[in-house]
């Protein structure tokens, strides 16, 4: 088999894993071992198809699968008594669902975990708040400076 056909073969089993968990995600309850496995099957797509240089149809519906799966993380965790019991510590939660959150810039993990110990799972969740209400969040001060600081530079580059 050359590369190139095992290549082929590679990505085609990896979105089928993908789709598959993805469709479960859609017709049954999230359970945290789902969310791992969408995660984790996400991932590995991920690196196949960016291995090359992939077309913007693909990166687009590489973000929005990853923003499905972070959305549906965030809607399990949110639905959790404060005190359940997870499989997942909160770095390892962090390291898993956060990526997107740590994409931006001076957002690491200890900041990420602040805003998911806060329901705040995406950037998106992060930009829809109103400014003013920020300090409501009780950040530590130097993640809310960041925090502060992206929040205003993304509400100066958008558009009212």
């Given at each position: 088999?050359?590369?190139?056909?095992?290549?082929?073969?590679?990505?085609?089993?990896?979105?089928?894993?993908?789709?598959?968990?993805?469709?479960?995600?859609?017709?049954?309850?999230?359970?945290?071992?789902?969310?791992?496995?969408?995660?984790?099957?996400?991932?590995?797509?991920?690196?196949?198809?960016?291995?090359?240089?992939?077309?913007?149809?693909?990166?687009?519906?590489?973000?929005?699968?990853?923003?499905?799966?972070?959305?549906?993380?965030?809607?399990?965790?949110?639905?959790?008594?404060?005190?359940?019991?997870?499989?997942?510590?909160?770095?390892?939660?962090?390291?898993?669902?956060?990526?997107?959150?740590?994409?931006?810039?001076?957002?690491?993990?200890?900041t990420t975990n602040q805003l998911f110990e806060r329901g705040?799972?995406?950037?998106?969740?992060?930009?829809?708040?109103?400014?003013?209400?920020?300090?409501?969040?009780?950040?530590?001060?130097?993640?809310?400076?960041?925090?502060?600081?992206?929040?205003?530079?993304?509400?100066?580059?958008?558009?009212?």
């Amino acid at each position: 088999m050359t590369d190139t056909a095992r290549y082929s073969e590679d990505a085609l089993e990896a979105v089928h894993r993908l789709h598959e968990t993805a469709e479960k995600l859609i017709h049954a309850p999230a359970s945290e071992a789902l969310l791992i496995s969408a995660m984790t099957h996400y991932i590995s797509v991920r690196h196949i198809l960016t291995a090359d240089a992939p077309s913007g149809a693909t990166l687009g519906a590489l973000a929005r699968t990853e923003q499905f799966i972070v959305a549906s993380a965030d809607a399990y965790y949110r639905q959790l008594p404060d005190d359940a019991e997870t499989s997942l510590k909160h770095a390892e939660r962090t390291a898993l669902f956060g990526n997107r959150l740590m994409a931006l810039d001076g957002i690491g993990p200890a900041t990420t975990n602040q805003l998911f110990e806060r329901g705040i799972f995406t950037p998106e969740q992060l930009f829809a708040i109103p400014a003013h209400t920020l300090e409501t969040l009780d950040l530590p001060a130097a993640s809310l400076a960041r925090v502060t600081s992206l929040h205003n530079a993304h509400q100066a580059k958008t558009p009212d």
